[in-house]
Structures are given as C-alpha cells and as structure tokens.
C-alpha cells in the first residue's frame, strides 16, 4: 500500500506532465523515423524497433530524475521522515515507472494492430512487463549518484541508454553482428527484450525465448538489489 | 516518564563534527526546546532522533525504541516538521495529507476526518484543493504542521516551525504547540525565536558547536548568567563602551546595579553626554543564552 501511494505520488507530481508524456512517445517515434525512410524494411522488424525503444526509453526518462528532483524541491526529507524503508521508495518509484512505461507502450502496439502486423500477446504483454521493470530499475541505478541537479543525472542516464539502443538488435539484427558486437550486445537487457518482441510480431528470435526472459529477470534482480543498496547510500547524501 | 533520551551522541560529516557527545532527555508530556546558534548541531540532533540519519557513535531512544535499530517504529510514533522540507507543489493540499496519511498506514476513513479537522484549524480548508504551488509561505507551513500531526502522534519534533511567518500564522502554530503541551503530547522544539521558546518551553537545552552547554528550565538558565542585572543604556551619542550594543542601546549585566549606574552616570559627565534612557531589568533568555555561548568560547 505504501509503495502504492509513493508511486501515485510520482506519477502525479512527475509523469501526468504533457511535455512528459509527449516526449515519451515523439523520442522512439522520430528516431524509428530516421531508421525507417527512405530503406526497404519490413513492417514487422520496423515495429519491433518502436515497440522495444518505447518501452525503454519511456521506463527510463523519469525514474532516474526523481530523486534529485526531490531533493532539489526539499520534498525529500519530508518523504524520508515517514514510516518508509528505502525499498519502499524504491518499489514506488518503480511502480510509477513501469506503469508509465506499459502504458506509453500502447501506443506502438496499436499501430502495430493497425498496420495488421499479428502480435502474439502471449510473450508481448509478460516481455513488456518484465522489461520495464528491469528498464525502471536501471533508470533509478542512474540517480544513484547522489547530486541533486536533475541536468547531471539526464547526462549519465543519456549516456548510458543510447548507446545501448545501437548495441540491442533494434537496427541491427543480432546475426547480422560481428562476433565482436554480438558479445558486447549480450551485455544490454534490452537486447533480450527485442528478441522477445521480434518472436511476438513473427520473426525469428536470435534466442530461445526462455533464455530471453530469464537473463531479463536476472538484470531486473541484480539492477533491483543494486538499486536498493546504492539508494539508501545516496538518499542520505542528497538532504 | 522519559520518552526521548539521548546518550553520547556523536557525528561527524567528513572533517567536520557535527555533534560531539551530545546527551540529554525529556519528559513525557512537556515541551522541550533545542536552542543554539546556526550550525551548532541542532537540525542534525533532530534527524538522529527522528530516525533520518544514524549517529556515528551514542545511542538514542524516542518512545522508547532505538533510532538506529528499530527506525520504522521510531518514525511511526512520532510527527515531523523538518526545517528545510517542502509539501509537494504539484499535488494539492487534500493530496499531501492523504500521501502521508497512506505512509503512516492510516485507515482512509480516519484519514480525512483527521485531515479535515486540522485544515479547519490551521484555516487552509477552503484551500484543500488547490495546489500547494500556488500558497503563501504561512501557509505552507500550516500545511506541513497538518502533515506532522496528521497520524495524531504522542511526539513531535518541530525544527524551526515559525520560522520567516506571517505574525497570524506564527501564532496560530504556537498556540498549537501549546495546545498539545496540554493534551499531554511531548514537543520537542528547534528555534530561534528566544520569546517563543521561553513562552512555550518547560525545559531547554543549548547546544554550540556540537555540545551540549546546559539543560535547563528557562528560569533557571536566566539565573546562570553571571550577573543578575541588566542595565540598558542609550545616549545621545554613539560612544565607545566595554558592553554589549543592540541598536542605540547598551546592556551591561552586573551584579552590583547602583555602582554600575554610577560609573555610567560618571562616563556621560566625562564625557559630555546625554544619558537618553537608562533602566535595569532582570537577564532575559537571549542574554542569558549569549553569555552561555560566550562563557563557551573562552572555555
């Protein structure tokens, strides 16, 4: 129930935003635009593309600024003072984000039923559910640094999240990968979660699905316990 | 009964020490004020105590449990107005005292009966649903007191609670914290404002550079400074004078009043000046808590 209300709290003071939102959805959409013309793909990789970075990138844009947003607001120490543990906070700003990342995630599927791609709901909606929750943990791991200047925190957050979109098949089909690049992909759990959405909409994974959503699960767990671990560190620091 | 008590508190934030064996208690049921200049260490005492920080070394126990081990139960049964703490700006007031309300696991229905009453008494009801964006810095602070008493504690910490407000709204949070003194609530009160702690305080303890310099009744604190007279001195001109200066007023404690009245009366004819008001008084608290931190520095 706590994690509940921190996470009602977040999506209210953080996400129901319009720039937010629309940013949310116009960031995956344009550069899915840049891959898409003027090249002869088909519609099916196209959209696993769109669905993949909508969900990262909408999992990761708030979580990892809510911390030093707080900080900055002197909204902390009063959120800190209550009857909550870090890992409260933590599964509520999870919560938030999450459910702002399935939500957001909607968007491209409805596109996909429009085009008339068939999508296997099946492994889809468990994938998306499970991504963005390894994609909001690892949005938070960002705030672990413990500055209160939100421009700090979207530095090393962007940093880390494009790089990662050119090393997870969304451009690039893994087979089509060096060996070199093959490997370095591996260490993106967003590589894992492409592959599941390709097997969705009809493509052949690189993977075997369950290998797929358990090395997904094992980044959530380890992003999930690092998270709770550096938080508690760097909550402290930002009073 | 004692229900905050504080042994050997110690902590340091890099090169700095903070608190330095500080200790102290408080009885249930009595309003405790924490006085000290900026930076002596009262804000950090406060967030040991309410469970925010741990101490480096020394022990503490609110109600009971241990700040370091049993923190939950600490911040459970107590209220908190931190100093430097904001509502959130975007959700309105209804909004913040419900999120906190959800945090202390109050039951929905008691919830907003218990909201309800203290919006009416801090007179923010009519507000509840506009955002905290758009209020007055009084009433802010209405709301954050709402949001320290909302899960009706037994304890509750007000760091700087009056600080910067509007004279209505000061009042009104002084007669609040008056009212639970006598609903038999433990107050334990951080300020600067040397009338209100002695009006409202039945103890006091001061703090300067991480020490505790004495725990006391204000009475009794007044009585500890040196002389047990001030006299209050304004010439017609500014002069130069061993005392201390407020204004265009000069304050010598003493112990022998008639003989200082005549050394002044001397140092005017001397001197060629005119005495504009002279008259004595017995050392109020702000004297006395400035010759305890004087006493403290040539120590």
Redesign the interface.
């Known amino acids: 129930?706590?994690c509940?209300?921190?996470a009602?709290?977040d999506i209210?003071?953080y996400y129901m935003k319009g720039p937010v939102v629309i940013f949310g959805i116009l960031l995956p959409l344009f550069l899915f635009l840049a891959f898409w013309i003027g090249r002869d793909i088909p519609e099916n990789f196209l959209m696993t593309g769109l669905i993949a970075m909508t969900v990262f990138f909408s999992s990761t844009s708030v979580s990892p600024v809510i911390a030093p947003w707080e900080g900055q607001?002197?909204?902390l120490?009063?959120?800190?003072?209550?009857?909550?543990?870090t890992t409260t906070i933590v599964f509520g700003d999870v919560l938030a984000s999450l459910s702002f990342g399935i939500a957001i995630s909607s968007v491209p599927i409805l596109l996909c039923l429009a085009l008339g791609i068939k999508i296997w709901f099946l492994f889809l909606i468990p994938a998306i559910f499970l991504s963005a929750f390894c994609f909001s943990c690892l949005g938070l791991l960002f705030s672990a640094y413990p500055t209160n200047l939100p421009s700090t925190i979207m530095m090393i957050s962007s940093m880390v999240r494009f790089p990662l979109i050119f090393i997870s098949g969304i451009f690039i089909p893994l087979e089509d990968l060096p060996f070199w690049g093959r490997a370095i992909s591996f260490l993106s759990p967003l590589t894992y979660f492409t592959d599941i959405v390709r097997f969705s909409l009809g493509l052949k994974p690189f993977l075997p699905i369950y290998l797929d959503f358990l090395i997904l699960s094992l980044f959530s767990l380890i992003f999930l316990g690092l998270v709770i671990k550096l938080q508690e560190r760097a909550l402290?620091k930002r009073? | 009964m004692i229900v905050i008590e504080a042994e050997g508190l110690c902590k340091n934030f890099g090169e700095v020490r903070a608190l330095d064996g500080v200790s102290f208690k408080v009885k249930k049921g009595k309003v405790f004020g924490f006085l000290g200049p900026n930076g002596a260490g009262k804000t950090t005492t406060v967030r040991i105590l309410t469970g925010i920080i741990k101490p480096d070394s020394g022990y503490a126990w609110v109600n009971g449990y241990d700040v370091v081990r049993e923190k939950l139960k600490v911040k459970n049964s107590i209220g908190v107005l931190p100093e430097i703490s904001n509502a959130y700006p975007d959700l309105t007031a209804w909004q913040n005292l419900m999120l906190i309300s959800s945090l202390y696991g109050i039951k929905r229905r008691e919830a907003e009966k218990r909201a309800n009453e203290l919006l009416k008494e801090f007179g923010i009801i009519e507000r509840k649903d506009s955002k905290v964006r758009g209020f007055s810095k009084g009433m802010k602070q209405r709301l954050m007191l709402c949001m320290a008493l909302i899960s009706d504690p037994k304890i509750v910490f007000l760091d700087e609670p009056t600080s910067g407000l509007d004279v209505k709204s000061a009042r009104m949070i002084r007669e609040k914290i008056l009212e639970m003194e006598r609903e038999g609530k433990t107050v334990f009160l951080t300020s600067h404002n040397m009338d209100e702690v002695n009006m409202l305080c039945d103890e006091i303890a001061i703090i300067n550079k991480g020490k505790i310099v004495v725990v006391d009744t204000p009475e009794r604190i007044k009585q500890r400074v040196g002389g047990s007279v001030a006299v209050e001195v304004s010439f017609n001109k500014k002069v130069e004078l061993d005392a201390k200066r407020f204004g265009d007023k000069y304050i010598i404690y003493t112990t022998d009043p008639y003989e200082t009245i005549c050394e002044i009366v001397e140092f005017a004819r001397k001197n060629g000046l005119k005495i504009v008001s002279i008259n004595t008084r017995t050392p109020t608290l702000e004297d006395a808590f400035l010759k305890l931190l004087e006493m403290e520095e040539v120590e």
């Open positions: 129930m706590k509940i209300a921190i009602k709290k209210i003071m607001m002197r909204t120490e009063r959120l800190i003072a209550c009857p909550v543990s402290l009073l």
